[in-house]
Nanobody, 111 residues
Framework: QVQLVESGGGLVQAGGSLRLSCVVS????????IAWYRQAPGKQRELVAT???????NYANSVKGRFTISKDNAKKTVYLQMNSLKPEDTAVYYC?????WGQGTQVTVSS
């Protein structure tokens, strides 16, 4: 059974940084694309960043140049480094692999 557990969220001032982590249990970590999504209150869940099995990355235009997705295969962990945070980045951030989702971690950016 696959489980995804996010951590690292919190409250930060605008311009600050946070690093989110997603630990993925279960087999075949290295063969899947892992994604970070976010959902702000009253809005639809949106894709933030993805990283493929080969390490290729892709980002939403709204976070390009500020966020970096990476992974550690040995630790079965995917990271989302978030710099220059803005109030509009406030959301619950979710880790995703295929049909599996984590429980989410809250990120709040104050102005």
């Amino acid at each position: 059974q696959v489980q995804l557990v996010e951590s690292g969220g919190g409250l930060v001032q605008a311009g600050g940084s946070l690093r989110l982590s997603c630990v993925v249990s279960g087999p075949f970590f290295t063969i899947y694309t892992i994604a970070w999504y976010r959902q702000a209150p009253g809005k639809q869940r949106e894709l933030v960043a993805t990283i493929t099995s080969g390490g290729s990355t892709n980002y939403a235009n709204s976070v390009k140049g500020r966020f970096t997705i990476s992974k550690d295969n040995a630790k079965k962990t995917v990271y989302l480094q978030m710099n220059s945070l803005k109030p509009e980045d406030t959301a619950v951030y979710y880790c995703n692999r295929a049909q599996d989702w984590g429980q989410g971690t809250q990120v709040t950016v104050s102005s």
